[in-house]
Every structure is written in structure tokens, then in C-alpha cells.
């Protein structure tokens, strides 16, 4: 089979490459973003200033995007994952950015070109940052209400990721009288009757603030709320990819830290050995980890294509759904695996809070709970044993 070359954009190319050197940037800070445990202001602020939420903005609005749902896919998941290797945190607020930026612009003529070219502003040149308020667990649904002018919304929302900076909410409400789909309004987070709660004090991703919010008779004018009835069939697939570019850049984190703590330190395992490159034992671990990890990568990259080139109906997604299901499984597992792992190499003294390599395991450990992966295993061989399609709704998860 003949290899089609793809040719790439200077412009997204050019971001790509400024990703993989903000990367290390942000691997300096790293210990001390997750120490403090508060909003990474600083890192998402190079973000914006490395031109990065150009990757989500349609060309028509500034951006670099060529304006649909997955536009430069593959690229943004590559982008993400080499953020998230810098720092955890900071790239799941920056997966928030992009997938919530991508929300808006979708929607199109629901929200007008006046408000698109609003808030194109307030991203590209203010570097504002955006919620996906989504999560009501152990909350109640919050809810919107029609009155002359707009909605009112009422309610809490659970998790609220990217939100310790002020910026925007997308808020996912329940609108009276309309059944189905999905409806959003575009709230401030600073304006009246919005509440942040300061709540977040979980073991890992601690600078993502995921905190809850109350909005309490919020007013949305008409421009700024919006319905989706549905979504391209590519986006489930894509949404998981996502998820794994942020458990597969912590590994690699962990990975870069662990090769500096063997060098820095001269750290070998076998008695009589004082060169750690010559000891059988830590190049071993090494090579073991770097192999799981570029495994996990080369796997992401080649379903992150086919999720940009996919043209198919729902039905047909089915088989690429699996394959990111593959994808997020092998990130979660490599990163686990060199997370807990590095300290069998690198020793007692590694452990002491101020290396802070501990960060590398509370931080993938705690965003692999997001959804289980159990049952990604279970889909994954049902389907390749008996054809047998996976809940499609029962995938999502908020």
C-alpha cells in the first residue's frame, strides 16, 4: 500500500514545535505548581502567549483551525500531550480550553458572529479562559428557565476544571419545555449570582481547581446560550484520545524526571556498578518504560488521524471508538507503570516531598479515575470477539 505524505500547515506545525519546547519550560515549575495547588496562572498564560488557543479558533476568527469539531485533531492531541508532560495540571486546563473553544465556535449561528467575534478576542488577545460546566455529581441538574430577553439558570455544578483564573463557564442546563440534545449558556464567572466554592483539595491534579460553582438566578441573554442536538460521530473517539493525552503526558513527565534524577544523582542498583549506564538493572527500567510509553504515543497518533480523517455515520464509528479505547487504556497503564515504578530506581531519598516526584502518581492516578478502564477492556474484546457493539452513550462520562 502506497504511504500517503501528508502536508501540514507552517502555521500549525510551527505551534506543534512551540509546544514541544514550552514543555520543558514547564517540566522547571512543575514541583512547585503542584506544592502550591493553585490555578497554574502562569503556565496557561505562556500557553496563550505561545499562540497555542489559535489551534481552536476557526481561520474566519483569527485561529489556525480550519473551523470543524476535529480540525487539527491529531495535532492538538500531540500539542496536549507534550503540555502535559510539562506539567499535569496545566494540561488538563488546557484540554478544557480546547475542547470548551471548540464548543463555542461550533455552534455557529446559534451564538452570531458578534458574539463569536467576542469571544475570539478574549481568547486570542486576552488569553481568557474557559469552563466545561458540565458535572452534577451529587448536585441535582441545574436548570434554565425562559423569560423575556434570554434564560435564567439555577444550580450547581460539581467539577469545574480551568476555572481558578476567572474566564467563562459553558454551562450544560436543562432547558424547560425542550427534551433532548444538549443545551448551553456562556456565563462570566464574575458576574452576579455566580458562587466559586474553592473546594478542590483532591491527592492529584491539584492545580486544576476543579471546584464546584452555584449559579443562582443567572441571567443569559439571548446571543449568549445555544442548542446542540448532536455531534459529529468522530467526537466520542476524539474525546477519549484526549483524556489519554493527558495520562500519557504525565507518564512522560515522569519519565523525563526519572532519567534526570539517575544522571543528576549517579544512581546504579547493583552492588559494584558506579555508572548507572553500565547497570544492567536501571537501564533495564529504562528501556522497559520507554518503550510502554512510545508504545502508548504511536498508538494515540495513528488513531488521532483516523479520527480526523473519519467520514462515516455513527454506526460506523464503532471500530475507531475501539481503538481509542485501546489508546486510552495503553497511556493510562504506561503511565501508572513509570509513575510508581521511577521510585524502585531512584530510591529512598527520591521520596522526600522536596523532589516532589510523588506528583507524577497522584496526578495519573487520579485523572485514570475518571472513567473505568475495566470496562474499556470489556468493550474492546466483546466487540473483537463477537462483534459487539459498546453502549454508545454509557462511554461519556463528565
Known amino acids: ?55 481552536n479558533v476557526p481561520r474566519a476568527y483569527g485561529g489556525v483551525s480550519e473551523g470543524h469539531f476535529i480540525s487539527e485533531w491529531a495535532e492538538l492531541m500531540e500539542v496536549l500531550t507534550q503540555v502535559s508532560a510539562g506539567e499535569g495540571s496545566t494540561g488538563m486546563c488546557f484540554g478544557v480550553q480546547s475542547l470548551v473553544t471548540r464548543e463555542v465556535f461550533h455552534a455557529g449561528e446559534q451564538l452570531g458572529a458578534e458574539t463569536l467575534e467576542f469571544m475570539a478576542s478574549e481568547i486570542l488577545e486576552r488569553g481568557v479562559r474557559l469552563v466545561a460546566s458540565n458535572a452534577e455529581t451529587g448536585t441535582g441538574r441545574v436548570v434554565a428557565r425562559r423569560v423575556p430577553g434570554g434564560i435564567v439558570v439555577n444550580g450547581t455544578k460539581s467539577f469545574n476544571t480551568n476555572s481558578g483564573n476567572g474566564g467563562w463557564a459553558n454551562v450544560g442546563v436543562a432547558l424547560e419545555g425542550v427534551d433532548g440534545g444538549m443545551h448551553h449558556a456562556l456565563i462570566p464567572l464574575d458576574g452576579r449570582g455566580v458562587t466559586v466554592h474553592g473546594n478542590w483539595d483532591n491527592m492529584g491534579q ?3 481547581v476543579s471546584q464546584h460553582i452555584t449559579y443562582e438566578d443567572v441571567f443569559v441573554e439571548e446571543a ?40 543528576a544523582n549517579n544512581r546504579t542498583l547493583t552492588p559494584g556498578i558506579k555508572d548507572p549506564a553500565q547497570d544492567p538493572l536501571v537501564t533495564r527500567a529504562l528501556g522497559t518504560w520507554s518503550t510502554r510509553l512510545s508504545a502508548a504515543h504511536a498508538l ?21 471508538m475501539v481503538e481509542a479505547f485501546k489508546a486510552k487504556v495503553a497511556a493510562i497503564d504506561a503511565s501508572l507503570e513509570v509513575s510508581s515504578g521511577l521510585f524502585d530506581l531512584t530510591g529512598a531519598r527520591s521520596t522526600a516531598t522536596s523532589v516532589g516526584l510523588d506528583r507524577f502518581w497522584r496526578n495519573a492516578r487520579t485523572f485514570a479515575t475518571h472513567d473505568p478502564t475495566d470496562h474499556k477492556l470489556i468493550w474492546t474484546g466483546a466487540y473483537e470477539l463477537a462483534n459487539v457493539d459498546p453502549p454508545f452513550m454509557a462511554v461519556l462520562r463528565v
Open 206 to 208: 491539584r492545580a486544576t
Open 1 to 55: 500500500m502506497a504511504v500517503v505524505e501528508r502536508t501540514l500547515d507552517p502555521e500549525v506545525e510551527a505551534l506543534v514545535e512551540r509546544s514541544r519546547e514550552l514543555r520543558r519550560e514547564l517540566a522547571a515549575t512543575s514541583a512547585a505548581v503542584d506544592a502550591r495547588g493553585s490555578d497554574p496562572t502562569e503556565n496557561m498564560r505562556r500557553i496563550w502567549e505561545e499562540g497555542l488557543n489559535r489551534l
Open 224 to 263: 449568549w446560550h445555544y442548542h446542540v442536538d448532536g455531534f459529529e460521530p468522530a467526537v466520542i473517539p476524539g474525546v477519549f484520545l484526549m483524556h489519554s493525552t493527558l495520562n500519557l503526558g504525565i507518564g512522560l513527565g515522569a519519565y523525563d524526571a526519572a532519567l534526570e534524577f539517575v544522571r
Open 300 to 320: 494515540l497518533k495513528t488513531t488521532a488521524r483516523q479520527v480526523v480523517e473519519f467520514e462515516g455515520t455513527r454506526a460506523e464509528v464503532v471500530p475507531l
